[in-house]
Nanobody, 124 residues
Framework: VQLVESGGGSVQAGGSLKLSCTARGYTLRTCELSWYRQAPGKERELVSHISRDDITQYIDAVKGRFTISRDKTRNILYLEMNSLKSEDTAMYYC???????????????????WGQGTQVTVSS
């Protein structure tokens, strides 16, 4: 599965961005989908997850500010980011994994497929 992220950019603290993740030639409709981020010199961390059944999870640092969602008809994953802080600065990646049990609505395998990332820079 080839994932492509977009929507990153440079914003002032307090601003907003909306990231998108699409899959070329594959379906993400029922995949387990996640957004990760990696800041310079730090480990990649999970930011948010949405399950096959659209149950969402967030790390404490972004709760109340970020919203993960998916458009199943357009095969797109989103991450809406509001009230951005300088500590949100990172490369953001989407990841797709097969649900358990697997079904025809997800082309991903049990090993996560990753996109190339989109840079988010928040200046204070």
């Amino acid at each position: 599965v080839q994932l492509v992220e977009s929507g990153g950019g440079s914003v002032q603290a307090g601003g907003s961005l909306k990231l998108s993740c699409t899959a070329r030639g594959y379906t993400l409709r029922t995949c387990e989908l996640s957004w990760y981020r990696q800041a310079p010199g730090k480990e990649r961390e999970l930011v948010s997850h949405i399950s096959r059944d659209d149950i969402t999870q967030y790390i404490d640092a972004v709760k109340g500010r970020f919203t993960i969602s998916r458009d199943k008809t357009r095969n797109i994953l989103y991450l809406e980011m509001n009230s951005l802080k300088s500590e949100d600065t990172a490369m953001y990646y989407c990841a797709a994994e097969s649900p358990i049990p697997p079904d025809d609505g997800c082309s991903a395998s049990f090993d996560p497929d990753w996109g190339q990332g989109t840079q988010v820079t928040v200046s204070s």
